[in-house]
């Protein structure tokens, strides 16, 4: 069915280094992504997002690619902090809908 | 920063009784959502409102669950007869514009659990 998935469930980084975070997406039709971060206790917090005409967003030390080929999107975080230890969702909307499609997160362990 | 406020943060009630979930979602955002995260996985969508009526909801938002804004601050969640695997945190958030091109915003949640 169509679904928006992770690769990894947890992912850990020395501090200073950069991390890379992936997902998958099935449904074509999406032309909206979005990455939140949520630590724990609270709820998701945008970070970064895309738009299907766009293959690559930059912020501040964060970085969005979508490869919509192989229906693909990686957030990168450069000289990761411990501060970003969270759980990372990968989000999509699909044109037509309202509702905010999560994938099942990755769990990013800074360690110092 | 505007945000995105719920209440109560826990929740805690027996199997069969009545709960809701309260929200007061940012002051010029048109667009209102409840999702849920069931510990360790990952957050499912509910329900979306728009101008005063449900605009998309999920199956898991069946005839227990219902949505209300009773007045111009507030949205409700409501879930009639509480089952044990409604036991989640609930998330309420908001957006300007739908959602198709605008991040949400989300409050902190409402840990329920259901006894």
């Known amino acids: 069915g169509e679904s928006v998935g992770l690769h990894l469930p947890t992912l850990s980084v020395q501090e200073g280094d950069n991390s890379i975070i992936n997902c998958a997406y099935s449904?074509?039709?999406?032309?909206?992504f979005i990455w939140y971060k949520q630590e724990s206790g609270k709820g998701p917090q945008f970070i970064i997002d895309?738009?299907?005409?766009?293959d690559k967003r930059q912020g501040q030390r964060v970085t969005v690619l979508l490869n919509k080929t192989v229906k693909h999107l990686s957030l990168q975080i450069a000289a990761t902090q411990p501060g970003d230890s969270a759980v990372y969702f990968c989000a999509e909307n699909r044109g037509g809908g309202f509702k905010t499609i999560f994938g099942a997160g990755t769990r990013l362990f800074v360690k110092a | 920063e505007p945000e995105v406020t719920q209440t109560p943060s826990h929740q805690v009630t027996q199997m069969g009784q009545e709960v809701i979930l309260r929200c007061v979602p940012i002051?010029?955002?048109?667009?209102f959502y409840w999702y849920r995260q069931i510990l360790g996985q990952k957050v499912e969508f509910l329900v979306s409102f728009y101008n005063n009526e449900i605009s998309e909801k999920s199956e898991i938002f069946d005839d227990q669950f219902s949505v209300e804004r009773p007045d111009g601050s507030n949205f409700t969640l409501k879930i009639r007869s509480t089952k044990l695997e409604d036991s989640a945190m609930y998330f309420c958030?908001?957006?300007?514009?739908?959602?198709?091109?605008?991040?949400?915003?989300f409050g902190s949640g409402t840990q329920l659990s259901v006894l």
């Open positions: 958030a908001s957006s300007f514009t739908g959602g198709r091109n605008e991040k949400l915003f």
């Open positions: 449904n074509s039709a999406s032309d909206y």
């Open positions: 895309i738009r299907s005409n766009m």
């Open positions: 002051s010029n955002h048109l667009y």
